[in-house]
């Protein structure tokens, strides 16, 4: 084997200017100290980690080191670090970047987060990693500055895109890469131009709903791991998850790493659940019946009428604002039932669940963080909760990123509440607070999850507490019962439910609750129904606790 | 290294750039600026412009380094450093620059005023790096005599041996090199390529194979596509640019070093 030596000559003609000119020369003190110094920084070893020399101050975690190691050193520096929520997945790309950085191997560097996560990334590898990190704000950063967070948003748009695609980059990171699930969008198409020497694609849920979406996600860092997409989808399109075939597994497992908190060994603090059960007044009952009689007369498709039903429970504003759009779709033409409902609608004049949610933020005299699945509701809550003196920062995902900081900011230094919506949950860290309230339950188990992660992470000493809230005799109360106390939803570990859910292939388990809620004749059937997929994920459980653990995926 | 050799090597490095050192403590370090090392390390050109500009008085930095984390450093105002923080990265650069060349003579007092010869060295000091997606690098330090052309390796080691002084010694002269310096430099760059010819290289071999492998993974990929899609040749440049092994040679420092000639070394 021949390999070409390069060599580089800029000591040579230094050196040959001094000989001309006699000097200057170094001291003997000098020189040694610079032959001392280049010791110091060679790399003595094609492997183990030399990051952590580098970084006396941060004491990553066994399980982050590992896969630093792991990704140096047998997967060639392209990898999906799919670590569960909460156990550091920034830390090991850290670790694995400043690896790649010492080693001399990564000089330029895109870094592509969500807009709410730029200054995050920034300061994180500032501060923890002594990477000189700068966040994209003017066109020049992507020229000029070697390590650039950008959202990905960002980047794709002209005239970015077309100065990205002119840097020579030797690393990428994406975090939350499960958004490049389909390969259909224009995020996909722009990373799969991007050249990525090394990269790292980062994501708590590999996949969500479709085996396909892991082939997607594959392909981009290594196209042709999986075979092509004809290939993917004649020998794994019928496969409902990872564990059904161990091919595939042992495939996917030579670019993806997760570990699970179980795995970590980690002592975790406690968890606490508490589930309130309101009742309505009158007047939201007599609303919420009104709701629930169209089923007989059919009108809508299941889903908006399950929505309908469930944004009853959450407000009324919540409800006004789909009827409204209805109303717009419908041309002005007003459905009978219609006007009816808006008179419901006025007929309310209070909020019980808000009125238990004020009660309960007076008593917990402590930050609480207020997830709702609906924008109204936010709105609503906000303006109720300032009716009693108690000031609330909003979150959503929509923000622009220097507003989600601020809002961050505000909470942490100023505000008891904050009141976010299921897209502003997503990578913010909010440690400082250790009180959640389920204002209304998101049907996606795995989305729940992600909310408890926002608190219930590493870093978080104090025991959570979580309040589920829901209203009696109604399809809340159906939900979390299933998932309170049926699933245990809240006692497990994050993450466990993923394996349960894989195991008896129940990825679309929000469908299925759609299914059993509108297909189901009776209270019996339902309760029937509610029955047997409690059944089957007991089941699973079981094969989970007497069975194998798996390592990844 | 540890946090006694990063102390060490400050004290070290300020003495050798002619900065005062007010206060050399258990755990931290006080030291006073030059003015060339102010420009060195402070990074404020517009300081120094002004000063210059309107002939003020110049007034260099007094900075302090804790290297140990004790009672009495804890209540001090200074730069906590370790290895990898920033400044003693900046530290490393500026001492890599300040010693890459050096001239010396052997210091020997001759006995009865007879006149010795001391005999021209050019000395290397390199670092060789095998790169593909990872990196090792070795270092080497030759010593090539510039009249009957013998190479000696660990050449820095004998050096630290030595008593070496920046000015020719009394009753001490120099013989003209036969070898010019410039090809002297080609000689030691043609041994070291001799050296690393004979290293084992299954470092490269396995490196050629994992980009083969992936080679033939992005083939099949778009096997099924008659026209190969721009990302195709970005994706192979790409494996390229990770896999592709090189290697890299470059001189740490040198310079020349006029010895009395003895006989065991050439």
Known sequence: ?553 | MQQHEIHHFLERYFRANQCEIAENGDGYLITELTIDMDKELMNRPFYWHYIEKTGGTPAPMTLTFITKQTKETEKLKGERLHFGSPRLHQIFQSAQKRGSYIRLYENIQPSEQQFVPLHPWLGLNVKVSYQCDRKRDFLLSLGLHLINGAIVEQFQDRLEQLELTPKIPDYCFTITPLIKPQSGIVRLEQYIKNMIQQDDHSWADEALKRWQEDIELLDHFYEEIDERPECYYIEKEALEEQYKPRIHVSIINGGLFYLQPRPNVS
Not at chain 1, 93 to 113: C, D, F, Q, S, W
Not at chain 1, 186 to 204: G, R
């Open chain 1, 1 to 553: 084997m021949k390999v070409e030596i390069e060599f580089d000559s800029t000591w040579k003609e230094g050196f040959l200017e001094r000989l001309e000119q006699d000097g200057p020369w170094s001291s003997w003190d000098l020189y040694q100290l610079s032959l001392e110094v280049a010791h110091r920084l060679s790399i003595p070893d094609f492997y183990g980690l030399q990051a952590p020399n580098h970084l006396p101050h941060l004491t990553p975690l066994p399980h982050q080191l590992e896969v630093a190691k792991q990704v140096v050193e047998k997967m060639n520096g392209k990898a999906i670090l799919a670590d569960e929520v909460g156990l550091g997945k920034t830390i090991e790309a850290g670790l694995i970047l400043k690896e790649y950085m010492i080693r001399g191997l990564v000089k330029k560097v895109l870094i592509l987060v969500p807009a709410s996560l730029v200054s995050q990334w920034v300061t994180e590898l500032n501060e923890k990693f002594f990477i000189p990190a700068v966040q994209q704000k003017k066109s020049y950063v992507w020229e000029q500055c070697d390590v650039v967070v950008s959202s990905i948003d960002t980047a794709k748009k002209s005239p970015h895109k077309e100065i990205i695609y002119e840097q020579n980059y030797d690393m990428i990171i994406i975090d939350e890469a499960h958004k490049l699930k389909n390969n259909k969008t224009k995020n996909y198409e722009f990373v799969q131009n991007l050249k990525k020497k090394f990269c790292l694609l980062l994501t708590a849920t590999p996949i969500q709903n479709r085996i396909e979406e892991i082939f997607h996600l594959v392909s981009l860092l290594k196209p042709g791991h999986l075979g092509n997409a004809a290939y993917f989808t004649e020998k794994y399109g019928k496969t409902r998850s990872l564990h059904a075939d161990e091919h595939l597994k042992s495939l996917v497992n030579k670019v993806m790493i997760r570990n699970r908190r179980t795995d970590t060994g980690i002592e975790w603090s406690k968890r606490n659940v508490e589930t309130m059960i309101i009742e309505f007044s009158k007047e939201e009952r007599e609303l919420y019946n009104a709701v629930q009689s169209l089923k007989n007369i059919s009108a809508g498709s299941p889903f908006s009428l399950i929505t309908m039903l469930r944004e009853v429970c959450s407000s009324r504003e919540a409800l006004f604002v789909t009827l409204k759009n209805m109303l717009k779709k419908h041309e002005g033409e007003t459905p009978p039932y219609f006007n009816e409902l808006i008179e419901k609608i006025n007929m309310v004049t209070k909020n019980s669940k808000a009125e238990k949610a004020l009660e309960l933020i007076q008593s917990i005299n402590d930050k609480v963080i207020i997830f709702t699945e609906y924008r109204a509701t936010q709105l609503y809550l906000q303006w109720f909760l300032k009716q009693h003196g108690i000031s609330s920062v909003p979150f959503r995902g929509g923000f622009k990123r220097g507003k989600k900081d601020w809002m961050k900011e505000l909470f942490k230094n100023k505000m008891q509440v904050l009141i976010a919506t299921e897209a502003g949950g997503e990578g913010i860290n909010l440690q400082f607070c250790h009180h959640v309230i389920n204002y209304d339950l998101p049907w996606n188990p795995m989305r729940l999850e992600q909310r408890i992660g926002r608190v219930h992470r590493l870093g978080q000493t104090n025991d959570v507490y979580i309040y589920n809230f829901a209203v009696k005799d109604t399809v809340e109360e159906h939900i979390l019962k299933l998932l309170y106390e049926k699933i245990h939803l809240f006692e497990r570990v994050i993450g466990e439910l993923d394996d349960i859910l894989t195991k008896v292939e129940l990825h679309n388990f929000e469908d299925y609750l759609h299914d059993i809620f509108f297909n189901s004749r009776s209270e019996g059937e339902m309760r029937i129904k509610m029955e047997n997929l409690t059944a089957m994920i007991d089941f699973a459980d079981n094969l989970n606790k007497g069975g194998t653990t798996y390592a990844a995926t």
